[in-house]
């Protein structure tokens, strides 16, 4: 096998925490982490209470998990020593602020590492992974800080070819790994020809160990899969509960990030579905929400993105969405909203209090210019045909990004024949930048389930170059944007074709949080 060690140091660390905090302070890799960060905080379109990673570029999270009292983020990195795929690593206490430590799971026995998702057990964390030329591997550690990682045997526990060289009936990639009794279950993703005409569709592998190093592939976990589309694959898979079900997240190369509902048959090892949704709305390039990492709190989950880029930038590219906490309704539907700690990062308030919206006339908000907001709009139901509110608007509407809402324009359920129950939401970057090097997206439309006497609930967070839009906590759309003027700061709202309010209205500028 070929020697795919690191060219980028590994040191060993104390194991209890203040010696790790106090040899983190001098630590070269921290140091350079930080001067990094500092030296790219002036880039324009650099979010700023976002996660973006410290230096050069940025691939799918992995891993994110809660120890000993804090939160680790794990990201595949591309040191500047050796530009191999290796594991990212940040701590934080809140899910928002976030601080660097060094890379921590480097190549070798693996050409590179990818995508994979974490384990806590009482006593250690334990980290699954695709190592590419190799296969899934595992390491472990128990640390304070999660500094310091051993690799399972130092080969893969699922290699990627059978050793006799016969062709195996399952492929071996992104993985994810659980207990439950007391086995250890792991998905590996990939896809299946049982679509039509032996077209591929999504599919996730599974496999039992009672050990960790020894494992047994039983038979493709996923059962009733009506939802996702001809084409797609099960990537970066998650595999949790939450409420009284469970749930299977995963990347689809094809159409990005999305979701799996349903009951946990644990006698026949099998993920039964009832539902599922879209975390994208279309492909996740240009500017879309890329692969999810994701890991239980209580009943819900708490669950990060890596988004894509829409324009080169100098030194970096992607950046994480919010985190959102998942929960199930009372419907037994998603509910999706960002972390509490979120609003911590609120400074000056801008602007607030009711305001009437007359028919079909733009009303721009005095007062509440910027490029790192949060908004929060209520809106009782009415007449009007749309609602719009436009963000990082520049005076004379030479960019804008805009978003928009439809009550009861989507589909209508003709299963209990009632009428239409789905309105819409829609985020359009056509007109949020002017600049030639900037690929925006196709509108990035999705429905919501509102009660017909539901308000309008809306919150949208603008960072620079991101605006992510949560809707009565029941649907969220996001995407990257690139104003170029330096102008394009201001919010505005219109009433299509009839008289609107806004019960509520709050403008809050953001503050870094780095």
């Not at 960019?399 to 439809?406: D, K, L, N, Q, S």
Request: glycine share 8%; proline share 8%; charged share 25%.
């Amino acid at each position: 096998m070929p020697d795919y060690r690191s060219k980028v140091p590994k040191d060993v660390f104390p194991s209890t925490l203040s010696e790790q905090e106090a040899a983190l302070v001098s630590h070269p890799m921290v140091q350079r982490l930080a001067r990094s960060r500092a030296a790219l905080a002036g880039d324009r379109h650099r979010p700023s209470y976002h996660y973006v990673n410290p230096e050069g570029r940025l691939n799918d999270p992995n891993g994110l998990c809660f120890w000993q009292g804090r939160w680790h983020l794990f990201y595949q990195g591309y040191p500047a020593e050796d530009t191999r795929e290796h594991w990212g690593h940040a701590v934080s206490e809140d899910l928002v602020r976030w601080r660097d430590l060094p890379y921590c799971i480097h190549p070798h026995p693996e050409e590179r590492c990818y995508s994979g998702a974490t384990l806590v057990e009482d006593e250690r964390v334990v980290a699954m992974y695709h190592g590419t030329k190799a296969g899934n591997m595992i390491a472990t550690s128990s640390d304070p800080l999660l500094l310091n990682w051993s690799k399972l045997g130092d080969a893969p526990v699922i290699p990627i070819a059978a050793p006799s060289g016969e062709k195996l009936p399952y492929r071996v990639f992104d993985p994810c790994v659980w207990k439950q009794g007391g086995s250890y279950y792991a998905l590996s993703a990939g896809r299946l020809p049982n679509g039509p005409g032996g077209a591929p569709v999504a599919a996730d592998f599974l496999f039992r160990s009672e050990n960790l190093a020894d494992w047994e592939y039983l038979h493709p976990f996923v059962e009733g899969d009506r939802f996702t589309l001809v084409g797609d694959d099960g990537a970066c898979p998650y595999f949790w509960p939450i409420g009284d079900k469970h749930m299977l997240l995963f990347f689809s190369h094809m159409s990005g990030g999305q979701y799996l509902l349903g009951q946990y048959d644990t006698e026949r090892q099998k993920l039964v579905v009832e539902n599922a949704g879209k975390f994208n709305m279309g492909p996740a390039g240009p500017s879309g929400v890329h692969a999810p990492s994701a890991t239980p709190d209580g009943d819900d989950i708490v669950v990060i993105f890596n988004m894509n880029p829409g324009k080169r930038t100098s030194g970096w590219n992607q950046i994480m969405s919010l985190p959102r906490r998942l929960s199930l309704g009372a419907d037994g539907t998603l509910r999706q909203a960002p972390v509490a700690a979120v609003a911590s990062c609120r400074g000056r308030r801008l602007a607030g209090a009711p305001r009437a919206l007359p028919a079909n006339e733009e009303v721009v908000v005095q007062g509440a210019q910027g490029n790192a907001l949060e908004i929060q709009a209520s809106v009782p139901p009415g007449r009007e045909s749309m609602l719009e509110l436009n963000v990082l608007r520049s005076p004379g509407r030479e960019e804008y990004t805009r978003i928009a809402f439809y009550r009861e324009r989507g589909f209508a359920d003709m299963v209990n024949w009632k009428r239409p129950v789905e309105s819409v939401i829609t985020l359009d970057t056509s007109y949020s930048s002017i600049g030639a090097d900037v690929r925006c997206r196709a509108p990035e439309t999705a429905a919501v389930r509102l009660p017909a006497d539901e308000p309008l609930e809306l919150r949208v967070f603008v960072d620079r170059s991101v605006v992510e839009v949560f809707v009565n906590e029941r649907q969220c759309v996001a995407a990257r944007v690139y104003p170029e003027r330096g102008d394009s700061t201001g919010v505005s709202f219109r009433s299509q074709g009839a008289a609107s309010e806004l019960a509520r209205l709050d403008v809050w500028e953001m503050a870094s949080v780095y």
